[in-house]
Every structure is written in structure tokens, then in C-alpha cells.
């Protein structure tokens, strides 16, 4: 080969490597944030079929873990997943932007009576994604007594058969309930109260688990266990031995729903990755692995009568009753219930 012909091959090669490179650099990504286990990971390979936007996926535990990270790290979440409580706390904290609904037109597609939760009224910083409950999931092979009371946590017949959450509120708010006060309270003496009884049950508990309750229960390493109603579903539907109970006492309520960071560098991305999660179809292949409670009105009429009847009714007559209650941002108040759980874990030592 002559000279000018391998250098014409070189600079033909190296044009197209460069136009490779140029190629992948300039492809559009997003950065999401979310509860581990919480999303039917091929919707993301769907997306970016759809869109050509990659996601850049990562979890975190709990909303406390979550807060950790992103309010400390240099941060670049485009969209972020927390409950409630913490959606409060970033509005208050200025840290998530007001979203267009024009952008978002499948918001059209949810229960009217989501734009009405206290922690966002009209769902002006956030789009709703899942809610759950809280609640006791058991082997009715193993417990043959009513589960109908958060005392049953505590029964020592149930020894080195008990899971309980490794998460801070979520815990707390069962002592609290046995002891009659609110989940938000910020009385030191009830929350010492609280953490003085969960330190009285730690030797009957086999584990503080995250989002592996539902594995254990199913490998059988528990009788009882503290669950989300999501999770709770899950095992259910692979075993017809489990039933799920929320105690008279009393439970808290979680809504998880869609935030853009004022500081996401693809905000005109992530409302596509919003939208594209409301929409009906999409949001019914998410529940085919996630089996927390929609939402989407639209999604839930395209389920299947038997998937209905598993996921049950909205939760806004039992809040109406009382007999549920939504975790606020305690501000300062924080304080308190780090200590007493704090002291709690060393208990443990």
C-alpha cells in the first residue's frame, strides 16, 4: 500500500473514531434516585429506547440515607424518590423546583385526591409514584393467634422470630403507637418512652432489616415481621401462608412521589422521565415487579380484577377516621429522634 493510501485509511479511521466519541459524549443522560428495589429496571432500557436518554440509576435505604447523600454529596440527581416527610423538608430547604405541569401531561392520569396531601398541595413540587402502609406481615402456618395489635411484636413467644425495620421513624412510630401517642409527637418524654420500649424488645428480634423483609419471611427466617404493604404484596403472591395486617392502634401512611433538584443539569430530561412513568402502560409494567399501590387511576383500571382486590382500596378514609397518619418534617425536632434512636442501636453493643 502506498503512503498517501495508508495515510488516507489512518485519517478515514480516525475521523470515524471521532465521530464515535462525539457520538457517546453528546448522548443525553440523566441521573435518578431511588429506593432500593422500587422500579422494574427494563423500563429504564424501554425509555431509552424510546428517547434515546440513558438513566444512571442508584438507591438508597431510607429517606435518612437518602437526605445524607444528597445534601451533603456534590449532587447530580436530575430526579429524585423520597416519601412524604422529606419532600417537606427539600421544600422548605429550597432545594427542589416548582414542576411545569405542562411538561407533565400525564399527570392527568392520577386520583384527583393526590393533589391534596399536606406535604404538597396540588402537587406543585412533586408527582406521586407509589404509596404504601406499614404493617405486621405473618406466617399463618407459625401464628395462629389475631394479628391485630403492634403488642404482638413484642410477644416473647415469638423469640428469634420477630423482623423488625431498620429505620429509624418507621420503628419508632410502632412504639409510639403502643404507647398511645402520635408518630410526629416531639415530647422528649414520649420519645424516650418510645425508644425505652424498643430497647425491651430487641432480645426477642431476629433482625433489623432494610429491603431484604420480604426474602427473609420467604426463606423463613421470621414468624412476623414490620413491613411496607408493598413488600408485604410481594410475599403474598408467592405464597398463599402469608397474611398482612394493619394493627387497631393505628399505622402511618408513606406517599413516595417524583422531585427535580434545582440543581439537575437535565431538568428538560427528567420531565420526560416523569411523564413517561405516569403514563398508564408504563406504570402498569413497574407494578408487575413493584407491588406497592398506585396512584395512577389510569395504570389501576388496566389491572387485572385479582390485582385489584390485592392492592385494595385508597387510604384516604382511614386518614379521614384517624386512623392513619402522614410523617411530617420535625425540623429541629429531628434532633430527638436521632438521639433516642442513637441510644437505641447502642443498646445492641
Request: charged content about 20%.
Amino acid at each position: 500500500m502506498s503512503y498517501f493510501k495508508k495515510l488516507s485509511v489512518f485519517l478515514i479511521a480516525a475521523i470515524l473514531l471521532l465521530h464515535t466519541g462525539c457520538t457517546e459524549s453528546e448522548q443525553k443522560t440523566i441521573t435518578v434516585f431511588n429506593w432500593g428495589d422500587y422500579l422494574n429496571e427494563e423500563l429504564l432500557d424501554n425509555f431509552e429506547a424510546e428517547t434515546g436518554i440513558r438513566v444512571i440509576y442508584d438507591t438508597f435505604a431510607s429517606n435518612e440515607d437518602m437526605w445524607a447523600k444528597f445534601s451533603t454529596s456534590a449532587n447530580s440527581y436530575d430526579v429524585v424518590i423520597p416519601s412524604d416527610y422529606m419532600i417537606e423538608r427539600m421544600i422548605k430547604n429550597d432545594l427542589i423546583m416548582p414542576l411545569d405541569h405542562e411538561k407533565l401531561p400525564n399527570l392527568a392520569n392520577l386520583y384527583p385526591e393526590f393533589s391534596s396531601l399536606s406535604y404538597d398541595p396540588g402537587n406543585r413540587y412533586s408527582a406521586p409514584y407509589f404509596w404504601s402502609s406499614t404493617g405486621i406481615i405473618y406466617n399463618t402456618q407459625k401464628v395462629k393467634e389475631p394479628v391485630d395489635s403492634w403488642n404482638i411484636l413484642w410477644n416473647k413467644a415469638y423469640q428469634d422470630k420477630i423482623i423488625m425495620l431498620n429505620v429509624q421513624r418507621t420503628s419508632l412510630m410502632v412504639a409510639l403507637k403502643i404507647l398511645g401517642y402520635s408518630m410526629n409527637t416531639t415530647n422528649p418524654d414520649e420519645l424516650s418512652a418510645a425508644g425505652r420500649l424498643l430497647v425491651e424488645q430487641r432480645p426477642l428480634v431476629v433482625a433489623y432489616a432494610e429491603d431484604n423483609v420480604k426474602d427473609m419471611m420467604l426463606q423463613g427466617e421470621g414468624d412476623l415481621a414490620l413491613i411496607w404493604s408493598g413488600e408485604a404484596y410481594v410475599v403474598m403472591n408467592e405464597s398463599p401462608d402469608f397474611k398482612y395486617a394493619i394493627p387497631k392502634e393505628g399505622t402511618n401512611l408513606v406517599f413516595d412521589a417524583m422531585v427535580i433538584p434545582k440543581t439537575s443539569e437535565h431538568k428538560d430530561e427528567a420531565y420526560q422521565f416523569i411523564n413517561y412513568l405516569l403514563r398508564a402502560d408504563v406504570a402498569v409494567k413497574n407494578m408487575e415487579t413493584i407491588f406497592y399501590n398506585t396512584p395512577n387511576q389510569a395504570a389501576y383500571q388496566l389491572l387485572p380484577p385479582e390485582k385489584q382486590k390485592l392492592l385494595g382500596a385508597l387510604p384516604f378514609a382511614s386518614m379521614e377516621r384517624g386512623e392513619s397518619e402522614i410523617f411530617v418534617d420535625l425540623g429541629d425536632a429531628l434532633g430527638l429522634y436521632n438521639q433516642v434512636w442513637t441510644e437505641f442501636k447502642a443498646s445492641g453493643q
